[in-house]
T-cell receptor
């Protein structure tokens, strides 16, 4: 079974600064999808960004971007110009082409004003 | 319009009781899931249904029984509730196959279950 590892239980960043959250995964498949979800205190799960494994170009969504290293099985999330509203739990997730979603343990991000 | 809805959002009950959580999605998805999020925020998949058929049944006590009357609904019934069942339960849905955007999983708002 695929596993997803987030090695940073907690991270903090100063407002307006940049922070990178790490994620690694283990798989023998070549076709899969990777996601970062955000869970604010409201507990709603919100999709931040997605990456298809067959695409070499790193996905970006406004202030959020990923560094996808397929050979290293690494999928980190970079948040630029951090805002107070970015404070949340961030979950990395893996999904095979026809399979279920597997989540990492999460990273709690604190943004300091 | 709410994409994935769950009721109730909060549920407080006594040990030994039986309770149900309902989930509905209006996105036309064919696959629905139940997740359990414990106090450490770990998200664990419990069940997956595709077109009303059970696809995934992780190691979950048989006190938990999902029911899918149609592909837009997936309910979770829990018998003989125990203290360890206290958690947040999330319903989610997506398309079972396809590429790119169709793989995004949409989540309900969660149901916080507290067993006293």
């Amino acid at each position: 079974a695929q596993t997803v590892t987030q090695s940073q239980p907690e991270m903090s960043v100063q407002e307006a600064e940049t922070v990178t959250l790490s994620c690694t995964y283990d798989t023998s498949e070549s076709d899969y999808y990777l996601f970062w979800y955000k869970q604010p205190p409201s507990r709603q799960m919100i999709l931040v960004i997605r990456q298809e494994a067959y695409k070499q170009q790193n996905a970006t969504e406004n202030r959020f971007s990923v560094n996808f290293q397929k050979a290293a099985k690494s999928f980190s999330l970079k948040i630029s110009d951090s805002q107070l509203g970015d404070a949340a739990m961030y979950f990395c997730a893996y999904r095979s082409a026809l399979g279920d979603m597997r989540f990492g343990a999460g990273t709690r991000l604190t943004v300091k004003p | 319009d709410t994409a994935v809805s769950q009721t109730p959002k909060y549920l407080v009950t006594q040990m030994g009781n039986d309770k149900s959580i309902k989930c509905e999605q209006n996105l036309g998805h064919d696959t629905m899931y139940w997740y359990k999020q414990d106090s450490k925020k770990f998200l664990k998949i419990m069940f997956s249904y595709n077109n009303k058929e059970l696809i995934i049944n992780e190691t979950v006590p048989n006190r938990f029984s999902p029911k899918s009357p149609d592909k837009a609904h997936l309910n979770l019934h829990i018998n003989s509730l125990e203290l360890g069942d206290s958690a947040v339960y999330f319903c989610a849905s997506n398309y079972g196959g396809g590429a790119g955007r169709y793989n995004e999983q949409f989540f309900g708002p969660g149901t916080r279950l507290t067993v006293l």
